[in-house]
């Protein structure tokens, strides 16, 4: 009951009628997340669950599966066949207004889009106008409650421990130690501390082989860290709890005092880049401004450009964070999307841009922002300003 006033309340500050929430054969994530709707149980027929802005919800099941949205509250209408379902819907949805779904305008936000183009086409054809529930996802999926944050900064504190430690462990074993193995070493400081990556291992690579933005050092691609090296250490987790947040970030060294010069170029190119972004955000905020997530990533992307390496910054600026390492909320991103969600309080995400040069070397910064509930524009995490030397 909660739940539905809080969404009810939020689709009459939007201005929309209502949202319906959509599945088949659990394609959809999200409802699931949203409505807490259990997830061992079988779901093999669609079902409809309309939130109206105002009054009662409305369940739209099937005969065989009657049952399996009693914990969600509202009216209940089981449907007889594809005819009937259409005839409920016509009845059921309203001939005015905007309705939201999870789906995305030219899949500007794919990460959002899970209502397959045929319902699309149906729900149409019957008058609904549809909007995208992609601001309503973010307000209730990506936001960080204040339990969830103290867990994100508990993470914090282990892995900027544990990333000093791999940069010691790396210095003092110089031409004896694979990459591989300073990432098992990760893996086992994770494990005692309380931490977990959920199978997804850090990256620790040299050379060329950061210029593959996600490398993933193995047992047989590895190089021994050498004297006289590039080297980029991205690494992630959380506290092992239902409530963990993730903390994820990435920075860079050289195994010796004297660094090339264009690693120190495109070094300071991304941390100016980065910078950038950050103090525009703070900027928007500070004067009451909306700040969308395409905005922030051409911020950057234009330093990147400007010093003209702009071919080689492959990837977006920056990913939601949250209970996964990339959440359901806003991205820093106007090159692999165009996200066109607003950034707002309550939510984490990485800011990391890079320079990759494919056969040479890589360089990537990356830190963790957190717009807090009073509207501060928090970096959660220590900052590099200048390269590690080893």
């Known amino acids: ?20 929430f959509y599945d088949f054969h659990k ?7 949203i409505l807490k709707i259990p997830t061992d149980l079988m ?73 397959d183009a045929g319902t699309f086409e149906l729900l149409k054809s019957i008058g609904l106008k549809i909007v995208s529930s992609q601001n309503l996802i973010q307000y ?29 462990l790396i210095k003092q074993n110089l031409g ?23 199978g997804d291992p850090p990256i620790v690579g040299v ?22 090296q590039t080297l980029l250490i991205d690494l992630w987790a959380k506290v092992k709890d239902e409530e963990g947040i993730y903390y994820d970030i990435t920075w860079c060294g050289f195994t010796g005092k004297n660094p090339p010069e264009k690693y120190i170029e495109i070094f300071n190119i991304v941390l100016k880049a980065r910078d950038s972004a950050i103090e525009f955000i703070k900027k928007r905020f500070k004067e009451g401004k909306k700040v969308y997530g395409y905005e922030v ?11 003209g390496y702009g071919k080689y910054f492959v990837h977006r600026t920056g990913h939601s964070i949250g209970k996964n390492v990339h959440g359901n909320g806003v991205n820093i991103d106007n090159l692999e999307t165009k996200d066109e969600r607003v950034l707002e309080k309550g939510l ?39 390269l590690v030397l080893l």
């Open 1 to 20: 009951m909660k739940k539905i006033k809080e969404i009810q309340e939020k689709l009459k500050r939007e201005g929309l009628s209502g949202w319906l």
């Open 27 to 33: 394609r959809n994530p999200l409802p699931y997340s």
């Open 43 to 115: 779901f093999t027929r669609r079902w409809f669950y309309f939130v109206p802005f105002e009054g009662v919800p409305v369940k739209i099941v099937h005969p065989v599966e009657k049952n399996k949205l009693d914990l969600l509250e509202g009216e209940k209408i089981v449907y007889f066949g594809w005819k009937n379902l259409q005839e409920i819907l016509k009845k059921v949805l309203p001939k005015k207004g905007k309705v939201a779904m999870d789906y995305s305008p030219n899949c500007n936000v794919p990460y959002v889009s899970y209502v």
């Open 140 to 168: 209730f999926e990506a936001r960080i409650s204040k339990k969830g944050y103290a867990f994100h900064k508990q993470a914090q504190r282990k892995i900027d421990k544990i990333l000093k430690e791999t940069f010691n």
């Open 176 to 198: 004896k130690i694979k990459e591989f193995e300073a990432q098992k070493f990760i893996l086992k400081r994770f494990e005692e501390e309380n931490l977990t990556c959920e």
């Open 207 to 228: 050379l060329d082989h950061p210029a593959d933005p996600h490398f993933s050092p193995t047992e047989e691609n590895s190089y021994v860290i050498e004297k006289d």
């Open 297 to 307: 990533d051409d911020v950057s992307r234009k330093v990147v450009e400007k010093a």
């Open 348 to 386: 984490l995400f990485s800011i990391e841009p890079g320079i990759y040069l494919e056969g040479e070397m890589a360089v990537r910064t990356e830190v963790d922002v957190f717009i807090n509930y009073e509207g501060e524009v928090e970096i959660t995490g220590k900052v590099q300003n200048r």
